[in-house]
Each structure stands twice: as C-alpha cells, then as structure tokens.
C-alpha cells in the first residue's frame, strides 16, 4: 500500500468526520493555542490525543506499512490481556479508523498516559538521589517482570518509559513488542540507536523475547550513574539528544575508548561491574543474560 502525505494525515485528523473509530468518531483531536495538534512522531507513526467524556485518548495512525500489523497487535493484546501486567495501558486496534484522501487507514486507541517521560523526570530529580535510586529499582522489578513473563518491548528508550504521576513505571508504542507467540517473526524496529547493541542494528533480527537485554542495562547504569555523579547528565548534553542517555550510539563502537566509559570508571563498584558487562556483552552477541541475574 502507498500510504498518503503526513500532511494529509495530519489534516485528516484535524476533521472530526474522518475518524472513522466507532469509540471516538465525531470527537476531534485536540489542538494547541498555536493552532497546531496535540501530537507527535514515531518511527512509523503520528500521534494525537484526543478528549472523550473528560477522558484523554492517544489516537495513533500509522504513515507508513507493517508487515502483519493487525496480526501483531492480535497477539500482544491477547497475550498482555492474559498476564495483566501494570505496566501496559488498554489499547484497540481499529481497522480502518481514518479516512485521509479516500483510504481508510488503521488506527490503534491507547488510554493516554499521564506523567512524565523518563528523561525529563530524570532532569526534574537530578540531585534528589532517593527518588533516583527508587526509580532504578522500579525499573529493575519491571524487566524482571517482563523476563517471567516472557515479554520484549523492543524499543526501550527514555521516550518510551513513562513515570505516572503516582511514581508508577508504564510503557508506550507497542509497535515492536514480542510477546512468546511472535518468536521468529520480524524485527520491526531494531530500536533508538543510543540504546541498542550495534549488531542489532547493523544486521536483520528476528523478534525475540530478550530483545531487551542490552537496552535495559544502558538504561539502569545511566541511571545509577547520575545518582553518583549528577554532572554527568549535563556534560552528555542528555536533554538535547532525542536518542540516548549518557550513551551515544558511536560510544559502543569504540567502548573502551569512550569518554563516558572512563568517566564511569571513576564511580563506585557498583558502577564498575555494570561497565564490565557492558563490556562482555559489546564483546559478544547481545542477547546474553537478563539484566537482574546479573547484578
């Protein structure tokens, strides 16, 4: 299928006629003071958010084709349905839900999640090192979680994590997930460059349920890591850069040459024996072992 302009996607959604979801047809996107949507961008997508009874909607159209889309989204529901874990939000694949220059083009509902995206409750918190160290160990238990049960997100990334105004962890853009039925299919995403192992990257991937491995432990050290040193979130520029935290995509290329690798060394043990397994997984394949068997 040749999917449309983003611009005609975009003014599609902004009437309220053309949404074609039986849930929210006849409600229109919100749109900012500026005149511009409430929205933004994925990878293979465009977001908006949408009121409904005073309840706020994510309401997602794809721009551009994924292979087996609905399929996928059949499977995830049905297996996070099964295991109803805390950190997943209802969702509803619509077939057909936008109307934009004479093509219905599927849509997916998600209860809009409120709080804050983990980088910018990260900067909120730099030099508050309990509620750091509180949200490491939240976001421990949650790939523990997701390992028993099975589940790769695929897409770990700071955008992609929330923490809801209760402190609770919850994740969005369900595009790339694997969930054990979906072994062996293909890998939609290979993920943000600044969290992901360069083999993912540079060759065609099967999903896989342990997909994650590496981008959970990029995440966990950088957060432990600007407990101890908070200079550190600054001096990597994290706020300006779409696509990482401490890491940047070159710095696994080169690891034991990297900045950040010897500014890390300079830390705690506990910060030294994440970097050693950083080390022996850019030294070998990335799917190794679970990050919370390993600290």
């Not at 990878?43 to 721009?63: M, T």
């Not at 460059?193 to 994650?212: E, F, N, V, W």
């Not at 043990?269 to 022996?280: G, P």
């Amino acid at each position: 299928m040749i999917f449309p302009p983003v611009t005609d996607i975009i003014a599609a959604a902004k009437t309220s006629q053309l949404i074609r979801d039986p849930f929210l047809i006849g409600n229109p996107i919100t749109v900012l003071a500026s005149g511009r949507p409430d929205m933004f961008a994925g990878g293979f997508s465009q977001v908006f958010s949408i009121d409904k009874n005073n309840e706020k909607w994510a309401f997602k159209v794809w721009v551009s084709e994924i292979l087996e889309n609905k399929e996928r989204y059949d499977a995830i529901k049905e297996y996070l349905d099964q295991v109803n874990l805390p950190y997943f939000s209802e969702f509803v694949y619509v077939v057909g839900g936008l109307l934009v220059d004479g093509n219905l083009l599927d849509t997916l509902r998600m209860r809009w999640v409120n709080g804050h995206g983990m980088a910018s409750y990260i900067s909120m918190n730099l030099y508050n090192p309990a509620i750091l160290e509180e949200l490491a160990d939240s976001f421990l238990k949650m790939t523990d979680d997701l390992h028993n049960h099975s589940i790769s997100h695929g897409d770990l990334q700071h955008q992609n994590i929330f923490v809801t105004d209760e402190g609770e962890l919850k994740l969005i853009d369900y595009d790339s997930i694997c969930v054990p039925n979906m072994e062996g299919m293909r890998d939609i995403t290979r993920g943000t460059r600044g969290y992901q192992h360069p083999s993912r990257l540079s060759s065609g991937y099967l999903a896989s349920t342990r997909i994650d491995y590496f981008s959970e432990l990029v995440i966990y050290t950088s957060i432990l890591a600007v407990v101890e040193n908070p200079v550190l979130w600054d001096k990597y520029n994290v706020m300006q850069s779409e696509y990482r935290l401490l890491f940047a995509p070159e710095d696994f290329l080169r690891f034991e040459e990297a900045e950040i690798r010897k500014d890390l060394l300079m830390l705690s043990e506990r910060i030294k024996t994440l970097v050693a397994i950083l080390d022996r997984y850019l030294a070998a394949h990335l799917l190794l072992t679970p990050l919370h068997s390993m600290i």
